[in-house]
Every structure is written in structure tokens, then in C-alpha cells.
């Protein structure tokens, strides 16, 4: 019962046959579509219409071709299929898999706090400087992704997006940060980290070499860094035992000589100051 109320609530706006999933065009959007998907995988079910006591719809099978359905509330098993209902609120999508969620947040208007909340929080990151990420930091993340997933491939947004967050496509300085990421990317292909395919940049072999060479130079690079530290400060260590011990001789020399201890102390301060 739930559930049939939640989906026929969805339908009263219910999704167009075709729109724009992208900004300017998503702005307007506040629609709902509603999916089943059989436990299985080998069916799935997009609801566009109630008439009356029954549900229009479209079905796809194992083939992919795609059917009219007309069926009513009580002929799906709900224990063989999985619900999602998405709702499409001017440029953004709340997914749901639970009925009581749904209503909950269709009842209250809560989509429309996150909308909000979502809106100011891309307005701040808008007046924040994107960092410049430098070319290792480039191949560093392009080989993490790799090895997370053997057939990846990227483009200059899809890089952008997974190092920065879905943020970076509405900035204002996003033009430019994709033009640098671009020439980064073709030097890549020329030194051979990189190749090009027709949707976008593979990693190579050469990468890790690569990679590996660079970790290799740094940790050479900061080796010799302490080792200069450690030898600044066993110079300044040996300079001030070489200025004690001769004032200690020093010292030494006049208490031999019976020299007065003002005296001692004067010499001592001219010597040193």
C-alpha cells in the first residue's frame, strides 16, 4: 500500500520521454521517474503512466528490446524486484529505493533544503582558488585510477572531477584549469606516460617507471637535504667545543700566571666580542 501510494505521488510529475540531464537545460526540471529492476538483473521496468487502476510502461528483457506494459499494482512482486524512484529538481537528483523516504521527503519539501544547501555550498567553493595540481600529482592520481580499475580511461573533466569534486564544473576558472590539464595530458603521450584513444587518455607502462624514477630522485633529494642539517649542526657543534676549549687554555694560562680573575675577564670579553 505504501508503495503504490509513494509511486502514484511520483507520477503526478511524472518524467518526459526525453530531457536534458546537463546545465542550463536540467534547471527547470521537477519531475519523477520511477524504475523496477528484477533481483535477478534480467528485467527492468520504467513506470511513465497511472490510467486509472493500472500502470504504463515501458520493459526490457534479457534481449534489450524494448515492450509496452500494462499492469496493475497488485500483479508486481515487489519480492523479486528492486524500486527506485529519482526525482529531478532543478539540476539536481534525489535517487530513492524506499518508498517511506520518498514520501517523506515529497510530503516536507526536503529536496527543496538540499536544493538550497547544495546552491550555497557551490556558491563558496566558486569564490575559493582551484589548486594547480602539478604534472606528478597528475600521474600519480591517472595510475591510482588505473590500478582501481585495469580498463580506465579518462578525459579532462572526468580527471578534474575525481581530483577536485563535481563542484569544478560549475566554477568560474574551469576553462582554464582544463586547458592546463590538457597540455599536461600531451606530455605526457610525448614522453610516453600516456597514449591517446578515442574517448580520451590511457595510462602506459612507462608511468610507473616513470613514477618509481621520480620517487626514487626525491628521496635522494631529501636524503641529502638531512644530510646537510646533520652536518650544519655538527659544524656548529665543533665550533663551539674549538671556542670553549680555548677559553679554557686561556683560563688555564692565567691561573698559572697568577693573573687577576678582572683581568682574565676582560680578556675573555675583548677575545670573543
Given at each position: ?14 518524467a ?80 530513492f ?29 566558486n ?79 612507462q ?11 626525491e ?7 638531512k ?47
Amino acid at each position: 500500500m505504501l508503495l503504490q501510494f509513494a509511486i502514484n505521488r511520483a507520477l503526478k510529475k511524472p518524467a518526459p520521454f526525453s530531457y536534458s540531464v546537463t546545465r542550463p537545460g536540467s534547471l527547470s526540471h521537477d519531475f519523477h521517474s520511477v524504475r523496477f529492476e528484477s533481483l535477478e538483473g534480467d528485467e527492468k521496468i520504467l513506470v511513465y503512466q497511472k490510467d486509472h487502476d493500472v500502470y504504463k510502461g515501458f520493459r526490457w528483457g534479457v534481449s534489450g528490446d524494448r515492450e509496452d506494459v500494462i499492469f496493475r499494482p497488485r500483479e508486481l512482486n515487489v519480492q523479486e524486484y528492486s524500486m527506485q524512484i529519482v526525482h529531478f529538481y532543478k539540476g539536481h537528483e534525489f535517487s530513492f529505493h524506499s518508498a517511506a523516504k520518498f514520501l517523506m521527503f515529497n510530503i516536507f519539501r526536503l529536496h527543496r533544503l538540499l536544493a538550497l544547501r547544495e546552491r550555497a555550498s557551490q556558491f563558496w567553493y566558486n569564490q575559493k582558488q582551484l589548486l594547480r595540481h602539478e604534472r606528478i600529482d597528475v600521474l600519480r592520481h591517472m595510475i591510482d585510477r588505473k590500478l582501481e580499475n585495469p580498463n580506465d580511461i579518462v578525459n579532462t573533466v572526468s580527471l578534474l572531477i575525481t581530483m577536485e569534486s563535481r563542484k569544478f564544473i560549475y566554477h568560474p576558472d574551469k576553462e582554464k584549469h582544463l586547458a592546463r590539464l590538457k597540455l599536461i595530458l600531451d606530455s605526457f603521450v610525448t614522453s610516453g606516460d600516456v597514449k591517446i584513444v578515442s574517448s580520451g587518455y590511457v595510462i602506459t607502462p612507462q608511468a610507473f617507471i616513470t613514477l618509481t624514477s621520480h620517487a626514487l630522485d626525491e628521496q635522494y633529494h631529501n636524503d641529502q637535504v638531512k644530510a646537510a642539517r646533520v652536518g650544519n649542526k655538527l659544524s656548529c657543534v665543533i665550533g663551539v667545543i674549538g671556542v670553549l676549549g680555548v677559553g679554557a687554555q686561556f683560563v688555564m694560562w692565567g691561573v698559572e700566571n697568577e693573573v687577576s680573575s678582572d683581568q682574565i675577564y676582560n680578556w675573555l670579553i675583548s677575545f670573543y666580542f
